[in-house]
């Protein structure tokens, strides 16, 4: 049996701090670290009772539920592979971070060999969603995992849901990318069309935003792209990289992602001008030819 007052959190970043904000509020939260250990102090003296650990090895002894929230694959392998000998048999590990299906199957083998149970629940919502307590989370792993990660994951998001064994949430949140990709790229083209005819543009998007065309996307985002403004959010760096993780997945299974391809290379103009760390929005960059 898990003991989920005793939930450890691994990466402290934009969508962590806030998730892990909302299982301290749950009275769940044990337990942080973050590879910037100043965030890891930071959010224990912002949140009562919550203790910082210095390593890996620390947390992992700590907790009997860990969840983690990093960028990317080798990030993932790398957390994983240092906490596995230190998590007790029979523990949780919860990976919200977004990676290849393929990762996330070979971690929960890695996880089976130390008797550890595996969910991949990646998450979508943005950074409101995370500070909300209101993401939805595409899971993958066995019913064990899934009803004992339940707890935590109620803390974290509002639209729960079990996708299938291990690596199918992650195959979910890929799918959930190349949509994301697919909006952002309709929304730039519909703001450059209503800007070159002139019209009140905040209205349009009130109005357009509020019909059968309305999406999250215009409706957190359009605004403030007509302001040339880019409030993150989630980084253009990491949604190429969620991009580059769909491409080979499509490869394999021998589907098209004409537009994930198309935004994919804007992404890579607006890294190479310098802009990789901006939130997604900034794609209005490209479509207004600033670069
Ligand atoms: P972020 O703000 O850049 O934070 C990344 C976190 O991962 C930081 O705490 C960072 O530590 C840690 N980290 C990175 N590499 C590491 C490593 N090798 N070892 C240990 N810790 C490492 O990113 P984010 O926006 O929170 O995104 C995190 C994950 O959620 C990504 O997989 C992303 O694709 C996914 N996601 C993001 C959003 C969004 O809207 N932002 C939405 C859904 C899903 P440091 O503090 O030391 O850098």
Redesign the pocket.
Known sequence: MTDTANTGFI??????APMASNLHAAGLLGAVW???AS?AAEFAAAHDGVTVCDDLADIAATSSVLVV????D??LR??VEAVLPHMASGSLLID????ASGTAEAMAARCAEHDVLWLDA???G??EGAINGSLSIMCGGSDDAFAAAQPALQAMGANINHMGPAGAGQATKAVNQVLGAGINRAVNEALAFGESLGLPMDKVVDVVGAGASGNWFINHRGKTMLRGEYPL???VA?HA??LRICQAMAAQAGAKLALSDAVLQDFGKLMDAGFGDEDVSALYRVTRGEV
């Open positions: 990466g402290l970043g934009a969508m962590g973050n590879r910037t965030r929230c990093v960028s990317a080798d990030d790398a957390v919200c971070s977004t990676v990646p998450v979508s943005g950074t959010g989630f980084k990491l990289k969620d």
